[in-house]
């Protein structure tokens, strides 16, 4: 599977942005989605994942009440809404695909390129 994260931008603190995960090849529906993000000098963290079929979703706690994450199986998308932005989730956030809703990212084979999130104070 193939994907694409786009939707970054820059944004004011306690604003909002909408990340999607656009994905080609069959079987989309056979992968759990995550989310996950690298800010500079730091490592990768998870941010979502979400399970094949939609009905369960995972958060870091540190987005937790701000973020969701939703799928479209039909338009082979994946969003993540994010909300109450703050400074600290400046990052490059990225989409990946694997086979359980893990939240290490060594455990996600297929990877779209980042989109940069920039949040001002």
């Known amino acids: 599977v193939q994907l694409q994260a786009s939707g970054g931008g820059l944004v004011q603190a306690g604003g909002s942005l909408r990340l999607s995960c656009a994905a080609s090849?069959?079987?989309?529906?056979?992968?759990?989605i995550g989310w996950f993000r690298q800010a500079p000098g730091k490592a990768r963290e998870f941010v979502a994942a979400?399970?094949?079929?939609?009905?369960?979703?995972y958060y870091a706690d540190s987005v937790k009440g701000r973020f969701t994450i939703s799928r479209d199986n039909a338009k082979n998308t994946v969003d993540l809404q994010m909300n109450s932005l703050k400074p600290e989730d400046t990052a490059v956030y990225y989409c990946?695909?694997?086979?359980?809703?893990?939240?290490?990212?060594?455990?996600?084979?297929?990877w779209g390129q980042g989109t940069l999130v920039t949040v001002s104070s």
């Open positions: 090849g069959r079987h989309f529906s056979a992968y759990t």
């Open positions: 990946a695909a694997a086979t359980a809703p893990y939240s290490d990212s060594y455990r996600y084979k297929w």
């Open positions: 979400i399970n094949r079929s939609g009905g369960s979703t």
